[in-house]
């Protein structure tokens, strides 16, 4: 049930091989239609989240959950959100960078406000807060069903490749 | 410095689900009395980031579970869970060397525990965080 989007993953991107997804038996959200090309090992192997560029510009990422991501509870565990938000915070971050460079998380702050549960969709529109030479401000609201269930704000450090 | 062999003694934390699949979280049975307790990890290959370092969402995952399997240690049996986590990531990561954690319950009230803790490689400095766990029903 993978649909196209398997087939549909380029082989780079941002200059880095895209990873073999590990999860491979979800289907495509509605309303996105181009999964996302991972290139870090870590994100193929937890999770497949896709993205959709909208109308005024911005992108929204969404993540779809399931019961590989349960921390055995019926929640889904905070360190995928976390991933996940560093991930398509990420993603954004790398919209802000000059060309033939790269940036790396520095630091970011996390707040879980309502328990997500498997089968939920996580979708962010992160924003570039601020940019310097060195430094790009990004956050992001991640919602499900249009409900705020998790926040997160990062940092990141602009170096040269 | 530390190596491999300082694991000796660490036993596996058996948790299902997503942290499974993260892989074993090992910890010191041993904790001397106001010392706080030593956690351990094997990152492999997986656990990266397309630049070849430890991945920042492995790192909040296993800070995640480090801080929060020692706050379940302070809470009587009763289940807590993160409201907040700030990390900060010093240095990076490589696979194939241990990562050690450790945290210390900074303040316990009726239903929140406030908290810190750290991963590190070797001598170096990995991953530093704060965080708010909220014991739930209280």
């Given at each position: 049930?993978?649909?196209?989007?398997?087939?549909?993953?380029?082989?780079?991107?941002?200059?880095?091989?895209?990873?073999?997804?590990?999860?491979?038996?979800?289907?495509?959200?509605?309303?996105?239609?181009?999964?996302?090309?991972?290139?870090?090992?870590?994100?193929?192997?937890?999770?497949?989240?896709f993205?959709?560029?909208?109308?005024?510009?911005?992108?929204?990422?969404?993540?779809?959950?399931?019961?590989?991501?349960?921390?055995?509870?019926?929640?889904?565990?905070?360190?995928?959100?976390?991933?996940?938000?560093?991930?398509?915070?990420?993603?954004?971050?790398?919209?802000?960078?000059?060309?033939?460079?790269?940036?790396?998380?520095?630091?970011?702050?996390s707040?879980?406000?309502?328990?997500?549960?498997?089968?939920?969709?996580?979708?962010?529109?992160?924003?570039?807060?601020?940019?310097?030479?060195?430094?790009?401000?990004?956050?992001?609201?991640?919602?499900?069903?249009?409900?705020?269930?998790f926040?997160?704000?990062?940092?990141?450090?602009?170096?040269?490749? | 410095?530390?190596?491999?062999?300082?694991?000796?003694?660490?036993?596996?934390?058996?948790?299902?689900?997503?942290?499974?699949?993260?892989?074993?979280?090992?910890?010191?049975?041993?904790?001397?009395?106001?010392?706080?307790?030593?956690?351990?990890?094997?990152?492999?290959?997986?656990?990266?980031?397309?630049?070849?370092?430890?991945?920042?969402?492995?790192l909040m995952?296993?800070?995640?579970?480090?801080?929060?399997?020692?706050?379940h240690?302070?809470?009587?049996?009763?289940?807590?869970?993160?409201?907040?986590?700030?990390?900060?990531?010093?240095?990076?990561?490589?696979?194939?060397?241990?990562?050690w954690?450790?945290?210390?319950?900074?303040?316990?009230?009726?239903?929140?525990?406030?908290?810190?803790?750290?991963?590190?490689?070797?001598?170096?400095?990995?991953l530093t965080?704060?965080?708010?766990?909220?014991?739930?029903?209280?």
């Amino acid at each position: 049930m993978s649909g196209d989007w398997l087939s549909a993953l380029p082989a780079t991107s941002h200059g880095l091989p895209v990873q073999r997804p590990a999860v491979t038996d979800i289907a495509a959200p509605a309303g996105y239609s181009e999964a996302m090309p991972l290139v870090d090992p870590f994100e193929a192997y937890c999770f497949q989240s896709f993205r959709r560029i909208n109308a005024d510009g911005s992108t929204t990422y969404a993540l779809p959950t399931d019961a590989r991501h349960d921390n055995s509870n019926s929640v889904v565990h905070g360190g995928l959100l976390m991933t996940f938000a560093d991930s398509a915070l990420a993603y954004c971050a790398w919209g802000g960078c000059p060309e033939n460079a790269w940036c790396v998380t520095v630091s970011q702050s996390s707040s879980f406000l309502k328990a997500v549960r498997p089968g939920d969709l996580v979708e962010v529109t992160p924003v570039i807060t601020r940019s310097t030479r060195s430094m790009i401000f990004t956050r992001g609201e991640f919602l499900v069903r249009g409900e705020a269930v998790f926040q997160a704000a990062s940092i990141w450090k602009v170096t040269g490749r | 410095m530390t190596s491999h062999s300082d694991l000796v003694g660490f036993a596996p934390i058996t948790m299902g689900g997503f942290n499974a699949y993260l892989g074993t979280l090992l910890r010191d049975p041993a904790k001397a009395a106001g010392e706080a307790r030593r956690f351990a990890f094997l990152p492999e290959g997986k656990h990266l980031n397309g630049g070849g370092n430890l991945h920042g969402g492995f790192l909040m995952s296993i800070a995640d579970n480090v801080l929060g399997f020692t706050v379940h240690e302070a809470t009587e049996g009763k289940i807590a869970s993160t409201v907040t986590l700030n990390t900060d990531f010093l240095s990076g990561g490589v696979a194939g060397e241990p990562l050690w954690g450790r945290a210390a319950i900074a303040r316990k009230t009726r239903s929140l525990i406030f908290i810190a803790g750290d991963l590190s490689q070797g001598d170096k400095l990995v991953l530093t965080a704060t965080g708010i766990w909220k014991i739930l029903g209280a």
